[in-house]
Each structure stands twice: as C-alpha cells, then as structure tokens.
C-alpha cells in the first residue's frame, strides 16, 4: 500500500521536474543579460531580448491585480459578513461559476466589452479579462480565510466594545492577513501564465511599449508566438521565456509560502 | 432575596430564543453590587445563553431573540435608545477558551478595550495597562515583554490577559463564561483567587461546569435546569441545604 503511494506522489510530482529540466536544458543557454535587457531584433540578427514581454507582463498583471485583489477581498469579506443573505448566496455561486470558466471565454469577453467598444487591440482589456479570471479566486481565498478566524475571536472583540466593522476590519481581517496575502501572491502568479484571455485582448507586440491604451507584449503570449513561428532562434527564444516565466510565478509561490511561515512561525 | 438598593442587575421575565427554540425560560434574578454569583447546570441547561444575554451578545447571533427585561443600575439594557456597544463598555466577559488578539501585543490586547472609546496620552495609557495586568497577577510575568506577541503566552497565562483586557475600561460587571474550563489547576486556581480580589471592585457572574468552584467562589448561585432556573440563593445554603430535589440531585453528582 506504501509502496502504491509513493509510486502516486512520484507520477504526481514527476511532470514539474520533466518541465522545468527540460526548460533548464532548452532554455537555459539563451539566457543572458541582453536576454533581460534587449527588444527584439530581425530574424537572422543575432541577440534578441524579451525586455518588451516582461515590461507587458508586469503591467497588465498590474493593472488586473489593481482592479482584482481591492474587488476581490471586499467581496470575500462582504459574503463573510453578510453569510445565509441573499445577495451573498448569490455571489458565491457567481464566484464558482466564473472560476470555473475557461479562460478563453473571459478572453473573448474582454474582445466583445473592451476591445470591440474601443474599436483597437490593447493592454488594458488584456488587463479586465486577467482581472475578470482574479476577482473570484481572490474572493473565495478571502472567504474561506476569514472564516477560518475562530468565531471566539470576534465575540471576545465584539464583548470589549468594537463595533461590528471594526471588528470585522482590525480583528478578523488582520488575522486572516497573511493567508489572504498568500492566497492574492497565487492568484498572481496563476494570472501572469494565462495566455488564452490576452490572444485577442492584448494581443502582443514586437516592440517596447508603456502605453497601455496600445498592444501590448506579454511573456506566455511571446512563447505562444515563437514556439508556433517558422524560425529556430524564435524557438529558442520561447524556451528561454517559458523559462523566465515559470521562474517568475516560482518565485510568487515562494514568496506566499514564506509569508505565511513567517506570520505562523513567530505565533507559535 | 436581596435589598433592592443594593442590587446591580436584575433580569426580569427573562426568555432567550434561536429562532422557535427557547433556551432559557422566563428568567427572574438579581445580581447585587460587589458579589459573585454563580450559574450552574448540565451543558445545554441554558446558563451561558443566559450570560449573553447580559451584554446583548446573544443577539448577535443570527435568528436570536429574547423577550422579558434586562436591567443594569435600574436601566433596561434593551431599550432603543441603549447600544450594544456603550453597554458592552460597562459590562465586560471573559470567555472559555482564551481569545488573545493574535496580531496584536501583549501591551495592544489590554489596551484593546481602551482605545476604542478614547484617545488618551500614552502614559496614561501605559499606567491604566500595568494596573490591569497587575490586577490579574500576571504584570511581574509579562512586564519584560510587553511588545512581544500574545500568543507566546501559556494558556492560564492568556486566560488572566483576557482578565487584564476585560478590566482596564473599568467595567462594572464582568460575565465569566467558564474561564477556567481549559486551564489546567494551577491557572485555575489563581483565576479563582482574582474572583475574590476582583469583586471588590465588580459585580462578578460566572457560569462554572464545576460545583467545588461555585462552592469555592461564589456568594450566591443559580441552578439551571434544561432552560429553567430551578433554584437560586446563597450559595452555602444552595450546597448544604437545596430545596429542589432536582438541584440535590445535580449538586450531589447524581446526574449532569
């Protein structure tokens, strides 16, 4: 029975290291300084960069955790606060639904609302379908964690005299903080390696750009067009991407693991 | 029972309903100044149910309601005009399990209670502090570390915080709701020598699954029995001499 388990973990855990030596072995010897700090150059020229997808990455996951994490945490504490009404019943299921959407879908939303309205390709509608795919993982995480805070804590706020919000706010939230925190740096990281809902919202491009009224690069839209394009340096290009961008939401998931150990470790 | 001019808080009628279900059952007590009175009874008699209801805590939770009168120095505590929240001011609790504010300091989770309704200078404040900690015995354990976080703390030692944060707005009533039912004997023991000190200055009521503590601490006790009370008086006679069978039975461990 042991011996079935381990073989489970080990076929479990197998693909993350088939997928990260294989991005190592392929995408490892591109990488370079200039790989960070350069924009792309015409096929054939050597010493390409993808400054342009990291610059977009960061702004549109930016601007869609903007919108998302502040949207995202008041919802959870609202269908906390107001658990068994209506309106609250309601937005939970909401939540499930639209976590369960593909995120395709939330794509072709973000065309028909921003990109049709506004009539040209940009950033920011990449941004509202990456926020629209936020909003619910960041409620439920919100949720749960708050709900998680033991109900002798606020009755104990609630006996000393705090009103219900400040309750809610300074006792109950402050302690539900650093899983919510976590739970927004994953959501993050999840975010940043969506491709499907830029396709048609952002779209890409080939050059640096800061204005997010424009097409914009982003780091999985670049893998998506070099790894399908025609030349051998674009595919070595999107190894070293896929790299960079797992690197990257790694490093998230590190990061929220460590906030909560922190937060946990100096409790106990 | 008692002279009336001496009595702190009195309840009247007194029924505690979830939704259709009555946990207490036209309640009529007094509570006089400066004493301790214990509830007892079998879990689920109603006696802690009953101690919320003394803050209004009880209506907070969702689909519960009362009816009858809660009086505090003559005032009905449920009146329109009265808030949950200034009479919470004047009537502090202490729960079974402690509740440290788990993000906050040693020095924060006593002055919880004060910075809500004040702002006052910080010395002021430090002093109000370290003579509530020094009031629940528990100042020479934690003068030294004061900025550090509560949870550090044992549980006797969290329990006589929650004491020390209860007190420092200067309550004048203090519910006790089992304080002592997760500590082991020695923190219980020094809870159970606070009660004493700590009457002087409050009207205390603790609602106590063990019998040798009523005996131990209390001045008068009520015996509660599947949301009636059955028997209240002082507590010497309520454990030598009950009058109602069912609190001889209970007292003299034949069942609960």
């Not at chain 1, 999985?220 to 070595?236: D, N, Q």
């Not at chain 1, 939401?249 to 929220?256: E, G, P, T």
């Not at chain 2, 939770?61 to 009146?79: F, R, S």
Request: with cysteine.
């Amino acid at each position: 029975m042991v011996g079935v388990m381990i073989t489970a973990v080990i076929v479990a855990v197998l693909p993350l290291f088939l997928i990260l030596g294989s991005l190592v072995v392929k995408g490892a010897s591109s990488l370079s300084l200039a790989f960070f700090t350069n924009t792309p150059v015409p096929v054939g020229e050597d010493g390409g960069g993808v400054r342009h997808a990291i610059v977009g990455t960061l702004l549109i996951v930016g601007m869609a955790s903007l919108v998302g994490v502040p949207l995202g945490i008041a919802a959870g504490i609202y269908t906390t606060e107001f658990r068994g009404t209506r309106l609250a019943t309601i937005t939970r299921f909401v939540a499930d639904v639209l976590n369960g959407t593909p995120s395709i879908v939330v794509g072709v939303f973000a065309w028909t609302v921003v990109v049709l309205t506004q009539g040209h390709f940009s950033a920011l509608a990449g941004s509202a379908a990456l926020a629209v795919l936020m909003l619910p993982m960041v409620m439920r995480t919100t949720e749960e964690l708050l709900n998680l805070v033991p109900i002798t804590l606020r009755e104990a706020a609630l006996a000393l005299g705090y009103s219900r919000w400040r309750t809610s706010l300074t006792i109950v939230l402050r302690t539900a903080l650093p899983g919510i925190v976590t739970g927004v740096l994953l959501s993050v990281a999840r975010i940043a390696g969506e491709t499907a809902p830029l396709l048609f919202t952002a779209l890409g491009s080939q050059f640096l750009s800061y204005n997010v009224d424009r097409p914009m690069a982003a780091l999985p839209l670049m893998v998506y067009t070099y790894a399908t394009g025609p030349f051998e340096e674009w595919h070595r290009l999107a190894w070293s991407a896929a790299l960079v961008l797992i690197i990257v939401v790694l490093v998230l998931s590190v990061i929220a693991r460590v906030v909560t150990r922190q937060r946990f470790g100096r409790n106990v | 029972m008692s002279d009336d001019a001496t009595v702190h808080l009195r309840t009247e009628q007194l029924s505690a309903m979830y939704g259709k279900f009555s946990a207490i059952k036209n309640v009529t007590l007094q509570f006089p100044v400066n004493k301790v009175h214990a509830l007892i009874g079998p879990s689920g008699c109603g006696k802690s149910t009953f101690l919320r209801t003394l803050n209004r805590l009880h209506e907070m939770t969702p689909g519960a309601w009362i009816t009858g009168t809660v009086e505090l120095d003559g005032q009905d505590v449920y009146a329109p005009a009265v808030s949950p929240i200034q009479l919470r001011r004047r009537v502090g609790m202490v729960f079974q399990k402690p509740t440290p504010f788990p993000t906050m300091s040693i020095f924060d989770n006593v002055a919880a209670g004060l910075r809500i309704h004040r702002k006052l200078p910080r010395t002021e404040l430090a002093e109000i502090v370290e003579r509530s900690l020094q009031r629940a015995a528990l100042w020479d354990e934690v003068k030294d570390r004061l900025k550090t976080s509560a949870i550090g703390l044992s549980g006797g030692q969290q329990q006589r915080l929650c004491l020390a944060r209860t007190i420092a707005p200067e309550p004048e009533v203090i519910l006790l709701d089992e304080p002592t039912a997760s500590l082991d004997p020695q923190g219980t023991q020094r809870i159970e020598e606070l009660m004493h000190e700590l009457k002087t200055d409050f009207t205390i009521v603790i609602v106590t699954h063990n019998m040798q503590q009523a005996a131990r601490v209390s001045d008068t006790t009520s015996f509660f029995y599947l949301g009636d009370m059955v028997e209240h008086g002082p507590t010497k006679t309520m454990f030598t001499r009950p009058k109602d069978p069912q609190t001889e039975a209970y007292i003299t461990g034949r069942f609960g």
